[in-house]
């Protein structure tokens, strides 16, 4: 008769085995996860250490790519190269592969606030950050708009140093809606930490305290900022309020940012934007349904979109930049020139319209350069963007 | 029960849909991709020192190809067809001094003079119901070269349709020895055993300069071609773990003067090998071999630019191809 040992002395050879098989394996993983040497790049039987590896190579590889093809209204070849292999790393089941996606991001970060101190002179620059995340300078102002860190809480993409480099720099932080794709508790409190004024729906954050300005779910509101006038109109994300900032920077022009808006009862007044204000920017998540109505309402001169790219959410939800470009060319009947950004990257708009330089693209109205500021130029007569008279 | 089902019917019915739409997301982005590749593979053609944009391109390649959700897409066969075609019509450009080297699938070269043009180790790819290279476009190739010399009898290397359709057309097929025996006249594999020999092709203006070299136990001919007054290619097939043959190698260079060095990607040795042979240039063969290799083992091109880039010490230059690139070589 065969003898079986009992339960107890099973299981704790068990457990045993289990030890030695973990001791064994785990040196031996760990041994395979970066190569031999330089020279013997060797990933045989170990898939994940050599995908790791690639990552880390192509990560950098990108962001070279990016800093020496910036951001254009016509990308060339390059560019779109860039854009699509970056797509591709991000599409990955495991995207930060040993945080060389964080590496990554927080570079394109480090260019941004190196260049974010030199002088503006004329028009605006606009830096486009995580999400629908941006922020607009001129030479009077800086505000951020829908600044998140993306990321999980306890590791968040931008970190926190960052966070306070860019509040140091900016003069307000606007939040268009409650979903926390637009909007971040921790960086709210840090601007309005900092003194610097946070405008943000009503309901949201009520024990945040400082400069701050709440709008009001379904009214328009104008607000007074140094060096812009804020118009917040009353869009909506499904039901959920989701304020359409229109930004006015006194002759520097005009930038909209339509927040999370999706709502097909607030295409009505859409539809008659451009016939308030002469939209220089818009500034739209790439994925809205009502993308060509939208930028049909606003008729901006360029449109940037956002929102590429969220990597919170699942796989086919995170809108590539590749997705982007087809979108745009399929409304190229619109004569809208687009732009497509990536993290930490500007683009200077208003900036080479040479002084008294008209451009008459614009059709019945021509857009006129004077000391650095765009004017209107209608009827003979010369208007700010925002409609008021100068001559 | 009921509840059960349905909730798991459900369950089942997202799965379904989500991988639905994750798979038809990545046909648009890998069809995307390709398309940018080979329009920047065009506009930055292989050269010594690789433009920043080439280097993307290949990263890009290199990961479209070593996510196994690619293999066998209808993009992947649009690319490597379209490459294929590129190289077709590329192969009728006349070549007035020196030598033409186009890169094929995993190891294929063919090398072209102003009086010969030879393929190595051309194959398919693929599966034989679906190869990567279509059957039609192998046999305008075959058409365009005088000569096929085989490494060694691995299918990754040597393809017996490829073989005839040399043989067909009244061209000689140089084998391994063993490889192919009484198959057809014209496809002839060598009977000496660990022997160096040479075979002369007079009307091609070169001399094929067999080295017996292994891939462990395996005959792999090391085939040196001389492109008489053109200049000498080396292609050393998958020459791998034999000590005994490293020792000769050493001295390849007192014996031959070797203009281009084409090595396996991933050769036992080769900073020696390249020592030993004493190239003038080198290009690297066998990157990105799909069909049955796992991932680990589909060597990328930046693998290969880190690995030339460590032996920079040994100052030759070096080319990067792939599939369908050509590269102009003059002494």
């Excluded at chain 2, 639905?20 to 010594?48: H, M, N, V, W």
């Excluded at chain 2, 009244?170 to 160096?196: S, T």
Aim: glycine share 6%; proline share 5%; charged share 25%.
């Amino acid at each position: 008769m065969k003898h079986f040992p009992s339960l107890p002395v099973r299981l704790l050879r068990m457990g045993i085995i289990g030890i030695l098989a973990v001791v064994t394996v785990l040196p031996v993983t760990a041994q395979r996860a970066q190569p031999s040497s330089d020279e013997d790049l060797e990933f045989w039987d170990s898939p994940s250490a050599y995908l790791n590896y690639q990552a880390k190579i192509a990560y950098p590889l990108i962001d070279r790519m990016l800093k020496a093809f910036p951001p254009a209204v016509e990308p060339d070849i390059n560019r779109r190269m860039a854009l699509i292999a970056l797509d591709q790393f991000l599409h990955d089941a495991d995207y930060d592969r040993r945080n060389a996606f964080g590496t990554f991001f927080n570079t394109r970060m480090a260019h941004m606030l190196e260049g974010i101190d030199n002088p503006l002179s004329t028009g605006i620059r606009i830096y486009k950050l995580y999400n629908s995340g941006f922020i607009i300078r001129t030479p009077e102002t800086t505000v951020a708009i829908d600044l998140v860190p993306g990321g999980m809480s306890n590791k968040p993409f931008l970190s926190d140093s960052a966070v306070s480099e860019i509040v140091r720099r900016c003069a307000a932080l606007i939040i268009t809606n409650t979903d926390k794709a637009h909007a971040n508790r921790s960086i709210a409190w840090t601007f309005a930490g900092e003194g610097k004024k946070v405008i943000l729906p009503e309901e949201l954050w009520t024990n945040l305290d400082g400069d701050i300005v709440r709008i009001g779910a379904d009214t328009e509101q104008t607000i007074d900022l140094a060096g812009m006038k804020l118009h917040l109109l009353p869009g909506h994300n499904g039901q959920t309020a989701n304020s359409i900032c229109v930004m006015d920077f006194n002759g520097r022009g005009v930038v909209a940012h339509t927040g999370a808006q999706d709502n097909e009862a607030d295409l009505e007044w859409i539809d008659r934007i451009h016939t308030r204000y002469d939209i220089d920017v818009l500034l739209s998540k790439t994925q809205s349904p009502d993308l060509e109505a939208i930028i049909t309402g606003f008729k901006p001169d360029t449109v940037i979109t956002c929102h590429e790219n969220e990597l919170e959410n699942t796989f086919d939800k995170r809108e590539s930049y590749w997705i982007t470009q087809k979108r745009m060319k399929n409304l190229a009947n619109l004569n809208v020139p687009n732009v497509i950004m990536t993290w930490g990257e500007a683009y200077d708009f208003g900036n080479s319209i040479a002084d008294t330089q008209e451009d008459t693209s614009t059709g019945t109205s021509k857009r006129i350069g004077r000391d650095g500021i765009l004017y209107i130029k209608r009827n003979g007569a010369i208007y700010t963007p925002a409609g008021i008279k100068v001559n | 029960m009921k509840h059960l089902i349905l909730t798991l019917s459900i369950c089942l019915g997202t799965a379904v849909c989500v991988t639905a739409q994750k798979s038809e997301y990545k046909l648009g982005q890998a069809e995307t991709a390709f398309t940018a590749i080979d329009e920047i593979l065009r506009a930055y053609r292989p050269a010594t020192e690789i433009p920043l944009p080439r280097e993307m391109a290949l990263m890009s390649l290199d990961q479209l190809l070593h996510d196994t959700d690619n293999d066998n897409t209808e993009p992947f066969y649009s690319f490597i067809n379209n490459r294929m075609l590129q190289l077709l019509t590329d192969l009728d450009r006349k070549v007035d001094k020196g030598l033409r080297i186009y890169k094929l699938y995993n190891d294929g070269f063919i090398v072209k003079s102003p009086k010969a043009t030879i393929a190595i180790d051309l194959i398919p790819g693929g599966s034989a119901a679906k190869p990567f290279i279509t059957d039609s476009i192998v046999y305008e190739i075959a058409g365009r070269c005088d000569a096929l010399f085989i490494s060694h009898e691995h299918a990754d290397h040597a393809n017996l349709n490829i073989a005839k359709s040399f043989a067909a057309r009244g061209k000689r097929v140089i084998a391994p020895k063993g490889l192919w025996v009484g198959v057809d006249p014209l496809i002839q594999p060598m009977e000496l055993e660990n022997q160096e020999f040479d075979v002369e092709f007079e009307e091609l203006d070169l001399t094929l300069h067999v080295l017996p070299g292994h891939q462990g136990d395996i005959y792999n001919n090391i085939n040196v071609v001389e492109f008489h007054n053109e200049g000498t290619v080396a292609q050393t097939g998958d020459q791998w773990g034999n000590a005994d043959d490293l020792m000769w190698i050493d001295r390849v260079h007192e014996k031959y003067d070797i203009d281009v060095l084409m090595p396996n990607c991933w050769i036992d040795q080769m900073r020696r090998v390249i020592r030993g042979f004493g190239p003038k240039l080198i290009i690297t063969g066998h990157e990105n071999e799909l069909g049955e290799h796992s991932i680990d083992h589909r060597e990328a091109y930046w693998m290969t630019i880190f690995k030339m880039d460590k032996m920079s010490d040994l100052n030759i230059p070096n080319v990067l191809m792939t599939w369908g690139e050509s590269y102009d070589y003059r002494k």
